[in-house]
T-cell receptor, first 113, second 112 residues
Framework: GDSVIQMQGQVTLSENDFLFINCTYSTTGYPTLFWYVQYSGEGPQLLLQVTTANNKGSSRGFEATYDKGTTSFHLQKTSVQEIDSAVYYCAMSPRNMGYKLTFGTGTSLLVDP | DPKIIQKPKYLVAVTGSEKILICEQYLGHNAMYWYRQSAKKPLEFMFSYSYQKLMDNQTASSRFQPQSSKKNHLDLQITALKPDDSATYFC???????????FGEGTRLSVL
C-alpha cells in the first residue's frame, strides 16, 4: 500500500535559521505531493502542492522540491521566524485523487526568538 | 470566520454509547470527507462523499456511518464507542475530488 515516511519528529531552530524537512514515499504510479501545516488547536492547512511533473512549489517563503530518483520530497525555508512554529506534515495522494491523502507522522517545529 | 464548521469542538463519551459529529461547509464545495487523527497513528482518510453519495470508504468498521442530509453537510455517526475511537476527527472538503482538501478545526472525542 501507499506510505509516507517522515523521520524528523521534532526540530528546534533559532530565528533566521535554515529549515529542511525530508519525506520519502512509496506508491505505484505518479502521485501528487503536499505539505500541510497545523497550528495548535486548528486543522491542517494546505501549504504547498507539488506535482511530480513540475518538481517544485513555493508559498509564504517555503519551497518544496521533489526527487523522483529517490522518491523523496523536501520542504525548506531559508530564514524561519517564530510564527513558523507549528507541525508540518508531508502527504501524498494518487494522481487525480487529491482528496485521498496519506500523511506522514509530522515534524513539530519550534522556533526560538 | 471558519468556512468549515465542526460541532462540538470537544466531546466526552462513555464506552458503548453513540455520538454524532456535525460538519457543515460554506465553501460551495461538492465533495466532503472525514479524516481521523489519533495519538497512535498519523492523520488518516476515512470517507469521501461527492454530491451526497459515498465515493470511497477506508474505514473497516461499520460502527462509523457518514450521514449527508444536505449537500453541504456531512455528519459522522459513531456507534458502540470504544476507548480506541478517542481521536480528533476532521471534516474536510474540496471543489472536486482531484483537489487537495481544506480541513475544519476538528472535533476532539474522548471515550472513557
Amino acid at each position: 500500500g501507499d506510505s509516507v515516511i517522515q523521520m524528523q519528529g521534532q526540530v528546534t531552530l533559532s530565528e533566521n535559521d535554515f529549515l529542511f524537512i525530508n519525506c520519502t514515499y512509496s506508491t505505484t504510479g505518479y502521485p501528487t505531493l503536499f505539505w500541510y501545516v497545523q497550528y495548535s488547536g486548528e486543522g491542517p492547512q494546505l501549504l504547498l502542492q507539488v506535482t511530480t511533473a513540475n518538481n517544485k512549489g513555493s508559498s509564504r517563503g517555503f519551497e518544496a522540491t521533489y526527487d523522483k530518483g529517490t522518491t523523496s520530497f523536501h520542504l525548506q525555508k531559508t530564514s524561519v521566524q517564530e510564527i513558523d512554529s507549528a507541525v508540518y506534515y508531508c502527504a501524498m495522494s494518487p494522481r487525480n485523487m487529491g482528496y485521498k491523502l496519506t500523511f506522514g507522522t509530522g515534524t513539530s517545529l519550534l522556533v526560538d526568538p | 470566520d471558519p468556512k468549515i464548521i465542526q460541532k462540538p469542538k470537544y466531546l466526552v463519551a462513555v464506552t458503548g454509547s453513540e455520538k454524532i459529529l456535525i460538519c457543515e461547509q460554506y465553501l460551495g464545495h461538492n465533495a466532503m470527507y472525514w479524516y481521523r487523527q489519533s495519538a497512535k497513528k498519523p492523520l488518516e482518510f476515512m470517507f469521501s462523499y461527492s454530491y451526497q453519495k459515498l465515493m470511497d470508504n477506508q474505514t473497516a468498521s461499520s460502527r462509523f456511518q457518514p450521514q449527508s442530509s444536505k449537500k453541504n453537510h456531512l455528519d459522522l455517526q459513531i456507534t458502540a464507542l470504544k476507548p480506541d475511537d478517542s481521536a480528533t476527527y476532521f471534516c474536510a472538503s474540496s471543489g472536486q475530488g482531484n483537489q487537495a482538501p481544506l480541513f475544519g478545526e476538528g472535533t476532539r472525542l474522548s471515550v472513557l
